[in-house]
């Protein structure tokens, strides 16, 4: 089962990093029509699923699944408008830092109670994003704004799923987040509007495509092995992505980045231990 996760949990990794690289690639265009190309990908795979096993569309809770759909594509957009001006590794770094503000607004909405030990081990990890900032000056202040903000609405993500709960469906959750990021994104991104060509067209349709298979290779790595195996697997994905930033676009780290970088995962990843104890 173990390995049969990893296998999963790899292919997720590659494809959430290869979707980070496309984006990247395609710089000019606004970061709306990025959000826009990148949901209708996933609308192609998230409908037919539910018209197929005939599962209603409108959702139960759906005051919270409009919720959680606006608060997901404000994530998304500052994230993509992070990797314009950050390292592919740096910005996917950063806004893994989400389970901080997850915790803080869990203990606030959902009064859950939040381990010692955790905020010691969230304390490491945010120490990491100081050290980025205050010893590399390669770091941009607006790419890190960006990419911590993201991470903030992040974490109200994760909240507004847990008050969901398993009133709805998955898939209508993933489904009500794309059909919001496609209406809120196609319409920010009409001013600024770049009609893409060649090869372009293939490149912003695909960046759904990478994005489905991301989520569904993680769900499948989270259904072979308990969640406190597979969460610490979720962060191959910045391994996978400083290789293509420098492999791809010739990114250079400082000794600073990657000791930032490094606290950074090793907090979160002792934090996820933590809560599984």
Do not use: C
Not at 47 to 60: A, K
Not at 105 to 121: D, G, H, N, V
Not at 148 to 174: C, N, Q, W
Not at 200 to 208: C, K, R, T, V, Y
């Amino acid at each position: 089962m173990l390995k049969k996760a990893i296998h999963f949990m790899i292919l997720s990794a590659f494809a959430f990093a290869l979707l980070n690289a496309f984006v990247k690639s395609l710089n000019h265009f606004s970061a709306y029509q990025i959000v826009f190309f990148r949901s209708i990908g996933s609308l192609a795979f998230t409908v037919p699923f539910l018209i197929r096993n005939n599962i209603s569309m409108y959702g139960n809770k759906k005051k919270l699944l409009i919720i959680r759909g606006l608060v997901g594509v404000t994530s998304m957009t500052l994230f993509f408008y992070s990797l314009k001006y950050l390292n592919m590794g740096t910005a996917a770094t950063v806004r893994y830092i989400s389970p901080i503000f997850a915790a803080i607004f869990a203990l606030i909405f959902l009064k859950e109670r939040i381990k010692p030990l955790q905020w010691l081990f969230l304390l490491i990890a945010f120490s990491g994003v100081l050290i980025l900032k205050g010893f590399d000056s390669q770091i941009n202040t607006i790419g890190l704004i960006y990419a911590i903000a993201s991470a903030i609405f992040s974490g109200l993500v994760y909240v507004t799923i847990r008050m969901i709960g398993k009133g709805d469906h998955p898939v209508v959750i993933v489904n009500y987040f794309m059909i919001i990021a496609a209406i809120v994104g196609g319409v920010l991104a009409i001013p600024n509007w770049i009609t893409p060509v060649g090869y372009e067209w293939g490149l912003l349709l695909s960046l759904g495509v990478f994005g489905y298979f991301g989520q569904f290779y993680m769900t499948k790595a989270f259904q072979n092995i308990e969640t406190n195996q597979a969460a610490p697997l979720k962060y191959i994905e910045v391994i996978f992505t400083l290789l293509i930033g420098v492999i791809w676009f010739n990114e250079i780290y400082t000794l600073w980045s990657v000791l930032g970088i490094l606290l950074i995962v090793s907090g979160l990843i002792l934090n996820v231990k933590t809560i599984r104890k």
